[in-house]
């Protein structure tokens, strides 16, 4: 038997972000009432392999 809790898909709304030297850190909360930490970066490069090609 499936319960609830094991289908629920979240769906994060951000409550604040704030500027920090690695980039943005956002709080982020779903209704049923968990919240994650997120950051993301100032710079961010997909293939820092192929930036250093195009050089």
Do not use: F, N
Not at 35 to 44: E, G, M, N, Q
């Amino acid at each position: 038997m499936t319960t609830t809790a094991e289908v629920h898909r979240h769906r994060w709304h951000v409550e604040s972000s704030h500027p920090v030297s690695e980039g943005l850190l956002s709080y982020q909360r779903c209704a049923c009432g968990q919240w994650r930490v997120t950051s993301t970066p100032l710079h961010p490069v997909a293939h820092p392999e192929l930036a250093r090609i195009a050089e």
